[in-house]
């Protein structure tokens, strides 16, 4: 049994469990390893804009919910400490998509991430960097 992976997918669960914005989401976590996630979500109705487009804040909400899932899944208590968001693709009602995120630097006080969202046609939508700040925290006691 690979402990390190079984401690992130319990840590993901419980944040899962609290977490009422991603809840609202709709977001099915797909898949989870040590410093990575892959999170999925359907686009509604509701999630428009007054544009009648769908709120950037969508695709931006999904890579958001990646990037905690894979900074905190170590059991450290990981915030946001810098993020930005490129959107290549429009997002349409209906549309499924995916996110992904990538450690690509674990420091003892920071960490980095890269988030591809994708739609169901493999189309990238957006792509997401966070940088997180590590805390002395746990997200759930051992």
């Not at 990238?124 to 925290?137: E, P, Q, Y």
Request: glycine content about 8%; charged content about 20%; proline content about 1%.
């Amino acid at each position: 049994m690979d402990t390190a992976n079984e401690l992130a997918k319990q840590v993901v669960e419980q944040m899962m469990r609290d977490d009422k914005f991603s809840q609202w989401l709709g977001i099915t976590v797909i898949e989870i390893k040590e410093g990575y996630s892959k999170i999925s979500m359907i686009v509604r109705d509701e999630m428009m804009n007054g544009l009648g487009i769908v709120h950037g804040g969508i695709a931006f909400s999904l890579a958001d919910s990646a990037f905690a899932f894979a900074c905190n899944n170590r059991n450290v208590l990981s915030v946001a400490l810098d993020t930005s968001i490129n959107f290549t693709k429009p997002v349409s009602i209906g549309d499924t998509l995916i996110a992904e995120a990538k450690e690509m630097h674990n420091g003892r006080s920071t960490g980095l991430y890269h988030i591809t969202v994708t739609n169901q046609h493999n189309n990238i939508v957006a792509l997401f960097k966070g940088t997180c700040f590590r805390t002395n925290k746990t997200v759930m006691s051992k």
